[in-house]
């Protein structure tokens, strides 16, 4: 079973800077996914990324899928409080079709 | 609103009560699923139904039973459990399971609480 390591766990942050958060394994995966889980809510797709070196863009924010596909990472440019939330990366590996989750990125964005 | 609904939102139980906890997706999908997400863990994978038959059980204790009667409907029958169990169940759904770059959508959870 690949286990997918996101770090930072916890990110407080005042409003207008940017950020980085990153999740790696030593897997390949087939596929990795960005969701973003608000308070009494579950988590929603923001992206899904299949090629490696792949970079795709969200408004402010920047995912990159790794070269070797086995590792990702989320840029945030000039955060918002509307970014706050829990970011969860999720990957397939190529044996198996379902979803395993990192452990998550707790941000906040103060105003 | 994700068209993934669940009830209910937050449940107390004893030991040695049984409850049931309920998931309905108004998206025409044939995949669900269950994750269990507590406070110390990543989210777990429970159950997968596609085209309600169970493909895959993460080694699930037997307190926990899923049912699927038809594919809009995902239940969890608790029985027996522990406070370990306290933890939010999340449910969600896709169009299949098979698909690798599928989306999942889920629920707002049921915070489940073991006393």
């Known amino acids: 079973t690949q286990l997918l390591e996101q770090s930072p766990q916890f990110l407080s942050i005042q409003e207008g800077e940017n950020l980085t958060v990153y999740c790696n394994s030593s897997s390949v995966f087939s596929s990795l996914q960005w969701y973003r889980q608000e308070p009494g809510e579950g988590p929603v797709l923001l992206v899904t990324?299949?090629?490696?070196?792949e970079v795709k863009k969200l408004k402010r924010l920047t995912f990159q899928f790794g070269d070797a596909r086995k590792d990702s990472s989320l840029h945030i440019t000039a955060a918002q409080p509307g970014d706050t939330g829990l970011y969860l990366c999720?990957?397939?590996?190529?044996?198996?079709?379902?979803?395993?989750f990192g452990s998550g990125t707790r941000l906040q964005v103060q105003p | 609103e994700t068209g993934v609904t669940q009830t209910p939102r937050h449940l107390v139980m004893g030991m040695t009560n049984k409850k049931s906890l309920k998931c309905e997706q108004h998206?025409?999908?044939?995949?669900m699923y269950w994750y269990k997400q507590s406070a110390k863990k990543p989210l777990e994978l429970m159950f997968v139904y596609n085209f309600k038959e169970q493909t895959e059980n993460n080694s699930v204790p037997s307190r926990f039973s899923p049912e699927c009667p038809n594919s809009s409907h995902l239940f969890l029958h608790l029985h027996t459990l522990q406070p370990e169990d306290s933890a939010l169940y999340l449910c969600?759904?896709?169009?299949?399971?098979?698909?690798?770059?599928?989306?999942?959508?889920f629920g707002p959870g049921t915070r489940l609480t073991v006393l």
């Open positions: 999720a990957a397939r590996d190529t044996g198996r079709r379902a979803l395993t």
């Open positions: 990324v299949v090629t490696g070196g």
């Open positions: 998206l025409g999908h044939n995949a």
């Open positions: 969600a759904s896709s169009v299949t399971e098979t698909t690798s770059t599928d989306t999942q959508y």
